[in-house]
C-alpha cells in the first residue's frame, strides 16, 4: 500500500484499502465489545435446548467484524482527506487538509503483535465517535509517511517529512528525532506512588461496586451469616468491622489507580523540537499525539489537594484546537512540573546576543555591537551549518530563565475583601446548621448534647478550608520583553487547585464581572476570552481598581471606555 503524492486533482487519486491484517484485529474486537449479547444467546440456547443460539450470534458478529475490510476506503488527496464507511448505510467523511490540527497514533497489544497502527485525524473540533477520521487499521511503516504528508501543511510537516521513514511504534523515537530534539519531560516509576492520589481509582471500582450490587450482590452479602454475626456483635466489633472495610475499599481503589497509571503513562518521553511537542507513551496501547507549538498558548498547573499536600502536580498545555484539557504530564512531582512548564514557557526562537557572536565570528562576519544583536528567526538559524550543540545548549540556558520565571513568579494577593468573602461563604452553612439547631433546642425538642460537636468540628474544616482557598488565590501580569510575550497568571482553588499562565496575545476579549455582593463590596471578577484551552480564565475577587490596571499591562490599548 503506498502514500498518494498529493498532486493532481482530488479525482486522480486512488481509493485505498485499510491494512488486511485488520480482518484478525476487528473479529476480536468485535467480540469482546459484544461479550453481553453473547453471554445472552448462551442463556437463551441453554434454556431453549438450542446451542445454537449461540453460535449464529457469534457468526453474525465476525461476519459484521469482516465487512469493515470491504466497506471501508480512504484517500488523500491535494486538498481533502476522504473516508468511505458502512455496509447498509455508506457514509462519506471528508475534511480539508487545511484544518487538520493534529494526527494520533495508537496501537494496543494486538496491533503491535501484528505491526499494525490506528491513525486518527483531530481537526480541534468536538466530533460524536460516528463523526471521527480514523483508519483502523494500517501498516506500522506506512503510518509515519502518510502522518508527515497530513502535516506537510504545518511547521512540523518539514521535521516530519525528513524522518518519515523511522518507524516510531518501534523505536521508541518521533519521526523527526534530530540533534535539535530536545527532551523535557519523562516518566519515572516512582510517579506512581502519586496515582492513589486522584480519584482515578474510584472511578474505575465504583462502575464494577454498582453492576455487581445490581446483580443481587448486595442481598446475598447483607443476609449472610458474617453479617449478621458482627450486627449482633457489641460495638467495638461493628467500629472493627468498619474500619477493616474502609481500609479495603482504600487498597482496591488504590491499586485500581495504580494499575491505570501505569498501563496509560509507562514510559512516557515529552520531546520538544521548537516546532511540535511530541508525547508518547502507555504500556499495552501505545498513543503518539503529535502537538503544533504554533498553537501554544499555555500551561495549567493542576494541584489537586491530595496531590497538592504530597508535593506533586498535573501539567496540562493550553492550545487551540485541542482538548480543554491536553495533559502534558499525568500524577508527577513539583520539581519534575516546574522543569517541564519552564522549558515549555521558553520563548521560541529566542537566541542570546553571545551565540549570535559566537556564529558570526565562525562564518567569518564582523560580530555586531551586541545591543544591536536582535532574535533570528528559529528556521533561519537552523540553517546555519555552524550551529553546534553546545550553541544551542547556551541558547537554552540563556531563554530557560524567562520560562521559569513564569512558571515561579510570585502572586498579587487579592486583599481582605476576598479573605472575608472565602471565611463568609465557608462558615455561612455551619453558622445555619448552628442556629436551627438553638431553635430546635429552645422550643423543647430533646436531642443528646453530643450533636453540637457536629457544627463545632465542621467549622474548623471550613476555617481551615477558607484560609487555604485565600492562600490560592492570586495573580501576576508579566510584562513583554523583546523575546517574550505578556503573561496572564491566575491561580484559585482549593480542593482543585489551577494556576493559569497564559500568553496575554492569545486573548481575544475582556469581562469584568460583578454580583450584587461585589459591587457593595468593591470587587469584581476579571474574565480573561480566548480561543485556546478552557476559553475562559478568571480572576477571582480582584478589587476594581486592579481590575482594569490588569486588563490594559496585559493587553495595552484594549480596554477601550468604561
Known amino acids: 500500500m503506498s502514500v498518494p503524492d498529493g498532486v493532481g486533482p482530488e479525482a486522480d487519486q486512488p481509493w485505498l484499502r485499510l491494512d488486511k491484517r485488520m480482518l484478525l484485529v476487528h473479529p476480536v474486537t468485535e467480540v469482546v465489545k459484544f461479550i453481553p449479547v453473547l453471554i445472552g444467546s448462551v442463556i437463551l440456547g441453554t434454556n431453549?435446548?438450542?446451542?445454537?443460539?449461540?453460535?449464529?450470534?457469534?457468526?453474525?458478529?465476525?461476519?459484521?467484524?469482516?465487512?469493515?475490510?470491504?466497506?471501508?476506503?480512504?484517500?488523500?488527496?491535494?486538498?481533502?482527506?476522504?473516508?468511505?464507511?458502512?455496509?447498509?448505510?455508506?457514509?462519506?467523511?471528508?475534511?480539508?487538509?487545511?484544518?487538520?490540527?493534529?494526527?494520533?497514533?495508537e496501537a494496543d497489544l494486538l496491533h503491535r503483535v501484528l505491526g499494525l497502527a490506528v491513525l486518527a485525524i483531530g481537526t480541534g473540533q468536538h466530533a460524536d465517535s460516528s463523526e471521527k477520521f480514523k483508519l483502523d487499521a494500517l501498516d506500522a511503516d506506512v503510518v509515519p509517511p502518510l502522518r508527515a504528508a497530513l502535516l506537510a501543511h504545518t511547521s512540523a510537516g518539514?521535521?516530519?517529512?525528513?524522518?518519515?521513514?523511522?518507524?516510531?511504534?518501534?523505536?521508541g523515537l518521533p519521526e523527526y528525532a534530530s540533534g535539535d530534539v530536545r527532551e523535557i519531560g519523562h516518566w519515572q516509576a516512582s510517579w506512581v506512588r502519586y496515582a492513589p492520589l486522584s480519584l482515578t481509582?474510584?472511578?474505575?471500582?465504583?462502575?464494577?461496586?454498582?453492576?455487581?450490587?445490581?446483580?443481587?450482590?448486595?442481598?446475598?452479602?447483607?443476609?449472610?451469616?458474617?453479617?449478621?454475626?458482627?450486627?449482633?456483635?457489641?460495638a467495638a466489633l461493628i467500629a472493627v468491622a468498619i474500619a477493616l472495610l474502609i481500609l479495603a475499599i482504600v487498597v482496591i481503589v488504590s491499586l485500581a489507580a495504580c494499575a491505570r497509571y501505569l498501563a496509560t503513562y509507562f514510559g512516557l518521553r515529552v520531546l520538544d523540537n521548537d516546532r511540535t511537542l511530541h508525547l508518547r507513551h502507555g504500556l499495552f496501547?501505545?498513543?503518539?499525539?503529535?502537538?503544533?507549538?504554533?498553537?501554544?498558548?499555555?500551561?495549567?498547573?493542576?494541584?489537586?489537594?491530595?496531590?497538592?499536600?504530597?508535593?506533586?502536580?498535573?501539567?496540562?498545555?493550553?492550545?487551540?484546537?485541542?482538548?480543554?484539557?491536553?495533559?502534558?504530564?499525568?500524577?508527577?512531582?513539583?520539581?519534575?512540573?516546574e522543569r517541564?512548564?519552564?522549558?515549555?514557557?521558553?520563548?521560541?526562537?529566542?537566541?542570546?546576543?553571545?551565540?549570535?557572536?559566537?556564529?558570526t565570528a565562525r562564518a567569518g562576519i564582523a560580530s555586531p555591537d551586541r545591543e544591536t544583536v536582535g532574535a533570528p528567526d528559529i528556521s533561519t538559524t537552523e540553517l546555519l551549518p555552524t550551529s553546534t550543540a553546545k550553541d544551542r545548549a547556551l541558547q537554552r540556558e540563556s531563554v530557560t530563565g524567562q520560562g521559569a520565571t513564569v512558571s515561579t513568579a510570585p502572586l498579587i494577593a487579592h486583599g481582605p475583601v476576598a479573605r472575608r468573602r472565602r471565611y463568609t461563604r465557608a462558615l455561612s452553612p455551619v453558622l445555619l446548621v448552628a442556629a436551627a439547631m438553638l431553635i430546635f433546642s429552645l422550643t423543647g425538642a430533646d436531642f443528646s448534647p453530643w450533636w453540637w460537636l457536629l457544627p463545632a468540628l465542621t467549622a474548623l474544616i471550613a476555617a481551615a478550608l477558607a484560609a487555604d482557598r485565600y492562600r490560592g488565590l492570586g495573580h501576576a501580569v508579566l510584562p513583554a520583553t523583546e523575546h517574550n510575550p505578556a503573561w496572564l497568571i491566575t491561580r484559585s482553588g482549593?480542593?482543585?487547585?489551577?494556576?493559569?499562565?497564559?500568553?496575554?496575545?492569545?486573548?481575544?476579549?475582556?469581562?469584568?464581572?460583578?454580583?450584587?455582593?461585589?459591587?457593595?463590596?468593591?470587587?469584581?471578577?476579571?474574565?480573561?476570552?480566548?480561543?485556546?484551552?478552557?476559553?475562559?480564565?478568571?480572576?477571582?475577587?480582584?478589587?476594581?481598581?486592579?481590575?482594569?490596571?490588569?486588563?490594559?499591562?496585559?493587553?495595552?490599548?484594549?480596554?477601550?471606555?468604561?
Request: hydrophobic share 45%; proline share 5%; glycine share 8%.
Open 285 to 337: 496501547t501505545t498513543r503518539q499525539i503529535t502537538l503544533d507549538l504554533a498553537r501554544f498558548r499555555g500551561a495549567t498547573v493542576n494541584e489537586p489537594l491530595l496531590l497538592r499536600l504530597a508535593g506533586a502536580a498535573e501539567l496540562e498545555a493550553i492550545m487551540t484546537g485541542q482538548s480543554p484539557r491536553q495533559k502534558i504530564l499525568p500524577q508527577a512531582p513539583r520539581a519534575a512540573i
Open 48 to 105: 431453549t435446548g438450542n446451542h445454537l443460539w449461540g453460535l449464529i450470534a457469534l457468526a453474525l458478529i465476525v461476519g459484521f467484524a469482516l465487512t469493515r475490510w470491504f466497506t471501508t476506503t480512504y484517500r488523500v488527496g491535494p486538498t481533502h482527506v476522504e473516508l468511505r464507511t458502512g455496509l447498509i448505510q455508506r457514509k462519506k467523511l471528508s475534511v480539508p487538509r487545511s484544518r487538520i490540527r493534529s494526527v494520533d497514533i
Open 201 to 234: 481509582g474510584f472511578a474505575i471500582i465504583a462502575p464494577i461496586v454498582g453492576i455487581t450490587f445490581q446483580y443481587g450482590f448486595g442481598q446475598v452479602l447483607f443476609s449472610s451469616d458474617a453479617v449478621h454475626s458482627i450486627e449482633d456483635g457489641s
Open 158 to 171: 518539514v521535521s516530519l517529512a525528513a524522518q518519515a521513514s523511522v518507524d516510531p511504534l518501534r523505536k
Open 494 to 562: 482549593s480542593l482543585d487547585r489551577d494556576r493559569d499562565c497564559l500568553e496575554a496575545p492569545g486573548i481575544i476579549g475582556w469581562t469584568v464581572r460583578q454580583s450584587f455582593w461585589q459591587r457593595r463590596s468593591g470587587i469584581a471578577t476579571v474574565v480573561a476570552a480566548t480561543a485556546a484551552g478552557k476559553k475562559r480564565y478568571h480572576v477571582v475577587d480582584i478589587p476594581l481598581e486592579q481590575a482594569w490596571e490588569l486588563i490594559e499591562s496585559a493587553t495595552p490599548g484594549r480596554l477601550g471606555t468604561r
Open 340 to 359: 517541564t512548564l519552564a522549558e515549555l514557557l521558553v520563548p521560541r526562537g529566542a537566541e542570546s546576543p553571545d551565540i549570535a557572536a559566537s556564529r
